[in-house]
């Protein structure tokens, strides 16, 4: 799927925290892949991370750039409207409130070609948002043409607290390549050999330490394979020898391809204190895999109603824990649970599906102004 021919997009700039692995990074990865190839995109890591660029054929890429400015607030808006107005953009794309500054240039500049996408949040905005940057939300999005939300959450948040107007707003759910993400040979492991398995960055909020309790404690002696890496590692690393299970637990590190990893897991196992719509469950999903997960974000509308069983609150080491036992020893359940969640996916977070919907706002963001 690429670009509708007639429509004037060639150059289109974006503007990331990090463009390090992670779920809307390879969207987006995938979205450049599909814009087509006479289409070149610019892309800003405020952290130099551009890791996600080895997924896009580097003739689709133009310039990988750092910060254009300096460190403050002002000097950061600053250098992003010279920088605007400099690559004089198609379409500008923004990513979270890293990217603020530069959703900041837009207005200033007046570039009407914007749309901004929301992820979630950090741990430290879960119950409640800095006034500050809902503040700053409401007066450098008020002219994008199009504000991009992945949660029925978010959608709510970007109502009441950012006052998106409702034209403008855009609940686009994520999606998950079905051919690429699919089961491996069947597998009924005895429980001690069953392998559970998380997928995502060693940080904070995604809470692997909970997740380590609740291994710790579990009746059953399984294996514990994380896919990730990240700041939280060695405090990981040493509760897991502390806990007395290192022996059965495997810190996998990064993976450029993560699919061949969920073939390797029996149950799929999600710790966060906080998520929208989170990639990883998608693909774990597809993969046929059972979920056991904290009730955070969407994920209970992600699940099939009969695939909710293993929902503990976050933060509840020994409910995930009886989560997971009742798991380890089931392997009928596993099997059937997994097979509902590969067709749920299916019917309803395709990936082309998702793809066209981002592409067709993009179009018509990308489209003159009158």
Same mark, same amino acid.
């Given at each position: 799927?690429?670009?509708?021919?007639?429509?004037?997009?060639?150059?289109?700039?974006?503007?990331?925290?990090?463009?390090?692995?992670?779920?809307?990074?390879?969207?987006?990865?995938?979205?450049?892949?599909?814009?087509?190839?006479?289409?070149?995109?610019?892309?800003?890591?405020?952290?130099?991370?551009?890791?996600?660029?080895?997924?896009?054929?580097?003739?689709?890429?133009?310039?990988?750039?750092?910060?254009?400015?300096?460190?403050?607030?002002?000097?950061?808006?600053?250098?992003?409207?010279?920088?605007?107005?400099?690559?004089?953009?198609?379409?500008?794309?923004?990513?979270?409130?890293?990217?603020?500054?530069?959703?900041?240039?837009?207005?200033?500049?007046?570039?009407?070609?914007?749309?901004?996408?929301?992820?979630?949040?950090?741990?430290?905005?879960?119950?409640?948002?800095?006034?500050?940057?809902?503040?700053?939300?409401?007066?450098?999005?008020?002219?994008?043409?199009?504000?991009?939300?992945?949660?029925?959450?978010?959608?709510?948040?970007?109502?009441?607290?950012?006052?998106?107007?409702?034209?403008?707003?855009?609940?686009?759910?994520?999606?998950?390549?079905?051919?690429?993400?699919?089961?491996?040979?069947?597998?009924?492991?005895?429980?001690?050999?069953?392998?559970?398995?998380?997928?995502?960055?060693? *940080?904070?909020?995604?809470?692997?330490?909970?997740?380590?309790?609740?291994?710790?404690?579990?009746?059953?002696?399984?294996?514990?394979?994380?896919?990730?890496?990240?700041?939280?590692?060695?405090?990981?690393?040493?509760?897991?020898?502390?806990?007395?299970?290192?022996?059965?637990?495997?810190?996998?590190?990064?993976?450029?391809?993560?699919?061949?990893?969920?073939?390797?897991?029996?149950?799929?196992?999600?710790?966060?204190?906080?998520?929208?719509?989170?990639?990883?469950?998608?693909?774990?999903?597809?993969?046929?895999?059972?979920?056991?997960?904290?009730?955070?974000?969407?994920? *209970?509308?992600?699940?099939?109603?009969?695939?909710?069983?293993?929902?503990?609150?976050?933060?509840?080491?020994?409910?995930?824990?009886?989560?997971?036992?009742?798991?380890?020893?089931?392997?009928?359940?596993?099997?059937?649970?997994?097979?509902?969640?590969?067709?749920?996916?299916?019917?309803?977070?395709?990936?082309?599906?998702?793809?066209?919907?981002?592409?067709?706002?993009?179009?018509?963001?990308?489209?003159?102004?009158?």
């Amino acid at each position: 799927m690429s670009e509708p021919a007639g429509l004037p997009l060639r150059r289109v700039l974006h503007v990331f925290a990090t463009f390090g692995i992670g779920g809307p990074q390879m969207r987006q990865a995938h979205l450049i892949q599909r814009m087509g190839p006479e289409v070149r995109h610019d892309i800003v890591a405020m952290d130099g991370n551009f890791a996600a660029a080895e997924h896009v054929d580097r003739a689709r890429l133009g310039d990988l750039l750092g910060p254009p400015g300096g460190r403050s607030f002002l000097a950061s808006t600053r250098a992003f409207v010279g920088l605007v107005r400099e690559r004089r953009p198609d379409l500008l794309l923004t990513y979270n409130w890293g990217s603020i500054e530069a959703c900041a240039a837009a207005r200033i500049a007046n570039i009407r070609h914007h749309v901004h996408h929301e992820e979630g949040f950090g741990p430290g905005e879960l119950t409640r948002r800095h006034p500050r940057r809902n503040w700053m939300r409401r007066l450098w999005l008020a002219r994008a043409h199009g504000v991009v939300v992945v949660s029925s959450g978010l959608l709510d948040i970007a109502r009441a607290e950012w006052r998106v107007a409702a034209e403008r707003l855009h609940y686009l759910p994520n999606g998950v390549d079905l051919a690429r993400f699919h089961a491996g040979e069947p597998r009924v492991p005895e429980a001690a050999s069953c392998i559970l398995g998380a997928v995502g960055g060693l *940080r904070a909020e995604k809470d692997h330490a909970t997740l380590l309790a609740a291994f710790a404690t579990m009746r059953v002696k399984a294996k514990l394979l994380l896919v990730g890496d990240g700041p939280e590692r060695p405090r990981l690393e040493a509760m897991a020898k502390q806990l007395g299970i290192h022996d059965r637990v495997q810190f996998a590190g990064n993976a450029s391809d993560t699919a061949p990893w969920y073939r390797k897991m029996d149950v799929f196992v999600l710790s966060s204190r906080t998520e929208q719509m989170p990639v990883s469950m998608l693909e774990a999903m597809a993969s046929g895999l059972p979920v056991a997960s904290t009730d955070v974000g969407d994920v *209970r509308a992600m699940l099939p109603m009969s695939c909710r069983g293993a929902l503990v609150a976050a933060g509840d080491s020994r409910g995930l824990a009886e989560a997971l036992d009742a798991l380890a020893v089931d392997a009928q359940r596993r099997g059937q649970e997994g097979a509902r969640n590969r067709t749920h996916v299916a019917d309803n977070y395709e990936l082309d599906t998702c793809m066209a919907r981002y592409l067709a706002l993009y179009m018509r963001a990308a489209r003159p102004q009158r």
